[in-house]
């Protein structure tokens, strides 16, 4: 069983359009987060959930919305795409206390904005 | 952001130890020393953490120096699998301390 899985692993589309990448964890993780890894492959954090609460907003466009539905659940949604956002998306979740440095990440999502 | 510096690259050969580097001159009472690594086009994984003490565990040591201004990660016997680049970061110990990645180093384990 995947730990963290995002779907989906692959997204090719054009400038303008609206996408969504989907993450499950089944940890029962309390956080969950979502970063970025550009061309030049810094990681960055984008947002973090605790329990469905929106606990860090890095300096992230307002074209990127975080949805969690639920605690083990935790969506990004871009709209108006722009080629700049051409990345790899990674969902990680972590539990909460002492070992919440210790992050599970999933595999990944390349997004392709032509 | 990042409050670690490490080489940007190593190579060390299969079956020996590699022993990566990190200085984090900065590091306040509070903040952990934790290790990353990412094996090409897969997600980043945990390897080990600590604040005082040395810890050990089945992927690697890790060895922090007694002022806590530099770390170093121990792989005992390098496997070509090891090959990757690895993170140290310095993280607080609150719940909403963030993971701040830098350039990490590469380590390219050869046969």
């Known amino acids: 069983d995947t730990a963290v899985s995002q779907t989906p692993k692959y997204l090719v589309t054009q400038m303008g359009n609206d996408k969504s990448i989907k993450c499950e964890q089944n940890?029962?993780?309390?956080?969950m987060y979502w970063y970025k890894q550009d061309s030049k492959k810094f990681l960055k954090i984008m947002f973090s959930?605790?329990?469905?609460?929106?606990?860090i907003n890095e300096t992230v466009p307002n074209r990127f919305s975080p949805k969690s539905p639920d605690k083990a659940h935790l969506n990004l949604h871009i709209n108006s795409l722009e080629l700049g956002d051409s990345a790899v998306y990674f969902c990680?979740?972590?539990?909460?206390?002492?070992?919440?440095?210790?992050?599970?990440f999933g595999e990944g999502s390349r997004l392709t904005v032509l | 952001d990042a409050k670690t510096t490490q080489p940007p690259s190593m190579d060390c050969a299969e079956g020996r130890a590699a022993n990566l580097p990190c200085n984090h001159s900065?590091?306040?009472?509070?903040?952990?020393v934790y290790w990353y690594r990412q094996i090409h086009s897969q997600g980043p994984q945990y390897i080990i953490h600590?604040?005082?003490n040395n810890e050990t565990n089945e992927m690697a040591s890790l060895i922090i120096t007694e002022d806590r201004k530099s770390s170093t990660l121990i792989l005992p016997h390098a496997t070509l699998r090891d090959t990757a680049v690895y993170y140290c970061?310095?993280?607080?110990?609150?719940?909403?301390?963030?993971?701040?990645f830098g350039q990490g180093t590469t380590l390219q384990v050869k046969p």
């Open positions: 600590g604040l005082k």
């Open positions: 990680a979740s972590s539990p909460r206390g002492k070992g919440s440095g210790e992050l599970f």
């Open positions: 970061i310095v993280r607080d110990s609150s719940n909403t301390g963030k993971l701040i």
């Open positions: 940890l029962g993780h309390d956080t």
């Open positions: 900065t590091i306040s009472g509070n903040e952990y």
């Open positions: 959930y605790n329990n469905k609460e929106l606990i």
